[in-house]
């Protein structure tokens, strides 16, 4: 669980405030990636980067935004969320992102648990 | 799209049994899957991987088949113990979709 980290591990907020998540990851990893967890329903992949690029965007709403400064590092910025969007969000690295010749395991943060109220 | 089904309802198996979670996929067979465990409030931990071309994978009490003709795998604990209490969830990967889906997982209970 070390491998990768995120902060903080428990966020409360209400619909107009601004906050971040953050995800650090210390495997040398290339690629990282932002999940939801909702309650009772799958994980839903949210971003996928690469080599510091977005490779992809799963029709997230733009009140997430995300920030991918290094290939260690990855932001969730967040701004004028909805009640809906309380979800444990998971954070999670591999060494390349998913291709053709697959063998891709992820690695998982211990998630952030965000309340919106 | 493609659907991942695993046991809706949770499982609960008497100490020093063998449990056994299914994963049935729909469509197209992936081109490997994986199996994570998950604790409540934290994130999923990698168990087993298995090919396509591959029908079985062991990993100590631990064993995953694959058949792509039925579309699904199996999971096996052998000799459950209460700490093997989880979430269990499955992740077929596509290549054509060059990503991971997972399963809504089966919540696996071992009572002493």
């Known amino acids: 669980e070390t491998g990768v980290t995120q902060t903080p591990r428990h966020l409360v907020m209400g619909m107009t405030n601004k906050k971040s998540l953050k995800c650090e990851q210390h495997l040398g990893h290339n690629a990282m990636y932002w999940y939801k967890q909702s309650a009772k329903k799958p994980l839903e992949l949210m971003f996928v980067y690469s080599l510091e690029e977005r490779v992809e965007n799963n029709s997230v709403p733009s009140r997430f935004s995300p920030e991918c400064p290094n290939s260690s590092h990855l932001f969730l910025h967040l701004h004028t969320l909805q009640p809906e969007d309380s979800a444990l969000y998971l954070c999670a690295s591999s060494p390349n992102s998913q291709g053709p010749s697959g063998g891709e395991t992820q690695y998982f943060g211990p998630g952030t648990r965000l309340l919106v109220l | 799209s493609q659907k991942i089904e695993q046991n809706s309802e949770a499982l609960n198996i008497q100490e020093g049994k063998t449990a056994t979670l299914t994963c049935n996929y729909t469509n197209y067979s992936p081109a490997y899957l994986q199996w994570y465990r998950q604790d409540p409030g934290r994130g999923p931990v990698f168990l087993l991987l298995?090919?396509?071309?591959?029908k079985e994978k062991r990993k100590e009490r631990l064993k995953v088949t694959f058949d792509t003709t039925l579309k699904q795998s199996l999971f096996h604990i052998t000799a459950s113990q209460p700490a093997d209490s989880a979430t269990y969830l499955c992740a077929p990967a596509y290549s054509s979709a060059s990503k991971i889906i997972f399963g809504s997982g089966t919540r696996l209970s071992i009572r002493p």
């Open positions: 298995i090919r396509e071309n591959e």
